[in-house]
C-alpha cells in the first residue's frame, strides 16, 4: 500500500485542489501539508480532519489493505 500521505496528495491532484487550499482548510501552513504528503503515519484526528475535507474515507483503504493482510496469512 502507499503511504497515507501520498494517497492524501493523490486525492487533492485528483480534486484539482492545491496544497495551500489544503492548508487554509486545516488552518496551517503550506509547509505542513507537503509535510503530511511525506509521511508514512498519521494521527488519527488529523486523518479524520482531512477526510472530511476532503470527503474521502481513507480509512477505508488503510481498512482494505489490512484485510488483504491478513487473507493472505
Known amino acids: 500500500m502507499e503511504n497515507i500521505g501520498t494517497l492524501i496528495k493523490e486525492e487533492l491532484k485528483n480534486q484539482d485542489r492545491t496544497a495551500s487550499w ?3 482548510k486545516l488552518s496551517c501552513n503550506r509547509a505542513n501539508v507537503y509535510n503530511i ?3 508514512e503515519n498519521i494521527d ?3 486523518l479524520i480532519r482531512i477526510s472530511k475535507i476532503l ?3 481513507f ?3 488503510i ?3 489490512i484485510e488483504d493482510n491478513i487473507n493472505n496469512v
Request: glycine fraction near 0%; charge should be positive.
Open 37 to 39: 504528503f511525506s509521511r
Open 59 to 61: 480509512f477505508k483503504a
Open 22 to 24: 489544503l492548508a487554509a
Open 44 to 46: 488519527i484526528q488529523l
Open 55 to 57: 470527503k474521502r474515507n
Open 63 to 65: 481498512y482494505e489493505e
